[in-house]
């Protein structure tokens, strides 16, 4: 897949290809981005190797053809073929010098440089690219909005629960309230009629016994009023 990033592996996966300085090699497999690959391109199944971290592309030296000519890296030329390969099953062809592969020499081993040859099947001509491309991020979920808590609707309900709950209750109690009331009240007339009846000959006695007494005090007080009287005429 073009625009990905992979590290090309050895075919036992014990090396990867790597750049140090200014040279591509064959190192132990780190996974840094000295061995990290952008495959970019892929025109007419043409694809370029650029380093992650040097920016250099894989290229065949000196526009070479032979076996044995040299691949090293170079700052990447968008046009130039010797940086143009095909990847055909486990094998890097170049697209520049026909039918040539990219191979790790005769006996692969870390430090080994990198060269063109005819394909000959040969296990250093074998590599296993191997996706290292970041998965994209996750944009963060757009956090929906608050929801205002109906406190007040709450405590409204809650409120006419509980009055609904206590009316019942009240109206019990009033009932059961009334009956003793009206018994109470029903008690009291009896004993305010008997009080009433009792307290009744008793005034009459009392207003009885009082009114001789009246009469005497006026008896005496009348001979004084006019005696009083002839003594002022005379005057």
Do not use: C, R
């Amino acid at each position: 897949m073009a625009n990905a990033i992979y590290q090309i592996k050895t075919a036992n996966g014990a090396l990867a290809l790597e750049v140090v300085n200014t040279t591509l090699q064959l190192g132990s497999v780190t996974g840094a981005d000295n061995q990290k690959w952008e495959m970019t391109g892929e025109k007419d199944g043409q694809v370029s190797f650029i380093n992650v971290e040097s920016k250099t592309a894989i290229d065949v030296a000196m526009m070479g053809t032979e076996n044995g000519t040299p691949v090293h890296v170079w700052q990447v030329l968008d046009d130039a073929m010797t940086q143009k390969w095909m990847i055909k099953g486990e094998k890097i062809v170049s697209a520049f010098a026909a039918d040539k592969v990219l191979d790790a020499g005769m006996f692969p081993s870390e430090g080994s440089t990198l060269q063109l040859w005819d394909d000959v099947d040969g296990d250093s001509q074998k590599w296993v690219l191997v996706d290292m491309t970041p998965a994209p991020k996750k944009a963060p979920a757009k956090k929906a909005p608050a929801k205002k808590a109906p406190a007040k609707k709450a405590e409204t309900t809650k409120a006419a629960a509980a009055k609904k709950e206590e009316a019942p209750k009240a109206a019990a109690v009033k009932k059961e309230e009334a009956p003793k009331a009206a018994a109470a009240k029903k008690e009291e007339a009896p004993k305010a009629a008997v009080a009433k009846k009792e307290e009744a000959p008793k005034a009459a006695a009392a207003k009885k016994e009082e009114a001789p007494k009246a009469a005497a005090v006026k008896k005496e007080a009348a001979p004084k009023a006019a005696a009083k009287k002839t003594t002022k005429t005379t005057k």
